[in-house]
């Protein structure tokens, strides 16, 4: 690139794992919202987002009213750009490369491959690494996760159930990330080799973890979180971060609830804090069992 | 569990991080790294025992927020103005700005360093990058900068010295009595040479 706004140094490089990964580092600690409006856009800012999710239907919705669900229209995508200062996120198919494409083009901050939208491929996910937007990716165990960073994802997130307002399937996936990266750290060298078998991934990727104890890249977890409580849970259970899909803008005060769960996320060690955040926030969303959805509705079984 | 990160105490000066949101485990890191008995800061109360302060890399306008919620902003100045060394990361360094450019309706900053800076200077993430930059007060090598959606110094008082600018002249790390800004994040690249600048004012202020 030679945009005038770069300096102009033989060293200077854009697009690079660091900055791709460096930007999900600041986002830690923080809460992205879903948002299918500017004006819910707005609302998420002055919440305290850290960044928002620009979509055209909730997973909720998607989930109620069904169909093929894709990439958001552009037009929408960059009324949300222009109306907040925050990174903006958007939403392409699992496989759809030309989706990411048009994103990338568009300048959003950060692609969301994401299996909360109807897959355009089975079998691959999009090769990553050529783009110089980062992308974030879902995981429900270790091995999606690492088979998702190999192709290039900058960020992971614990996939849960979303549009369901029901935590435990975010709190199943979190803790099995957590809990099978704990496993490889007690794992003698010469285990590795079968783990890494076992668990689908990249050897050189296992070997790494196994050493440091936690992934390359910035994990938050996803899929149900719909109180201040249940995003505490989360970050206690080891997430950088949390995000909001329907939880926010499904309840009936989503200024209050919005900013209730960026609070308690922070302080999520403190439950004083956690209790004071959860007062008077008006009905959450109403929620569906997951336990209530047969297996073919379940959305964190998309990806591979 | 995760819990709160854990830090070793060291017995160097004891040195706060804001930890509202952002990098502030990486700040920790380095600094416990360098001797400095690091802490994380999300009270008032833990304000007192720190000698120095870092606010990292994140999301300004949520700092901001919750800096007021749980008053914390208002103790942070009384501190600033009484001569706290601070130093400020990207999100930091627009904190201690007096004047923030391109800030979101109701955005307040702490202030201190007499700058006016511009949040997203470089564009979206696809103009974040990672650059060598000369900065005479560290000497040689050149420090490896990795700017992320990075503000920059657009406008500086007389008090105030510039310590780095990219090749086109723009302002990118900046201090000026006790107060250290950069738009780059040191605490990404493994190079400690600015926290270590950072921690002998620390010292000297002692």
Known sequence: ?304 | MAGRPSVSRNTGPVVGVLALQGDFREHLAVLSSLGADARPVRRPAELSEIGGLVIPGGESTVMDKLSRAFGLAEPLKDAIRSGLPVYGTCAGLIMIADTVLDAISGQQSLGGLDISVRRNAFGSQLDSFETDLDIPVLGAPPVHAVFIRAPIVEAAGPDVRVLSSLPDGRVVAVEQGSLLGTSFHPEMTGDTRFHEYFLDRVRAAQ
């Open chain 1, 1 to 304: 690139m030679t945009d005038s706004t770069t300096p102009g140094s033989d060293t200077t490089s854009l697009g690079s794992s660091r900055v791709k990964r460096g930007l999900a580092e600041m986002l830690k600690g923080g809460v992205i919202m879903d948002v299918v409006t500017a004006a819910q856009a707005r609302i998420a800012e002055d919440a305290g987002a850290v960044a928002v999710m620009a979509l055209e239907r909730v997973p909720a919705d998607i989930r109620s009213q069904g169909g093929v669900a894709r990439m958001s229209d552009p037009d929408l995508i960059e009324s949300i750009i222009a109306e907040v200062s925050i990174p903006v996120m958007a939403k392409a198919r699992i496989g759809h490369f030309v989706e990411a494409q048009i994103l990338q083009s568009l300048k959003v901050d950060y692609i969301d491959e994401s299996e909360v939208l109807s897959p355009a491929d089975y079998v691959n996910h999009i090769d990553k690494w050529p783009f110089s937007v980062p992308f974030v990716c879902g995981a429900t165990n270790l091995g999606e996760a690492l088979r998702r960073i190999n192709e290039g994802a900058a960020m992971i997130r614990s996939k849960g159930e979303a549009g369901t307002g029901d935590v435990s399937e975010a709190t199943k996936h979190i803790r099995t990330i957590t809990s099978e990266i704990r496993a490889l750290t007690a794992k003698t060298h010469d285990e590795l080799y079968v783990a890494a078998k076992e668990l689908q991934a990249p050897y050189d990727l296992v070997v790494e973890i196994a050493r440091t104890g936690k992934l390359p890249v910035v994990l938050f977890t996803a899929g149900g979180v719909a109180t201040p409580a249940d995003a505490a849970m989360m970050m206690q259970l080891g997430a950088d971060g949390v995000f909001v899909g329907s939880g926010v803008f499904k309840s009936g005060n989503p200024e209050a609830r919005a900013a209730a769960i960026v609070k308690a996320t922070t302080f999520f060690d403190d439950p004083s804090v956690i209790a004071d955040a959860s007062r008077g926030l008006g009905e959450a969303m109403v929620g569906i069992n997951v336990s209530d959805q047969p297996a073919p509705h379940r959305l964190a079984e998309r990806g591979w």
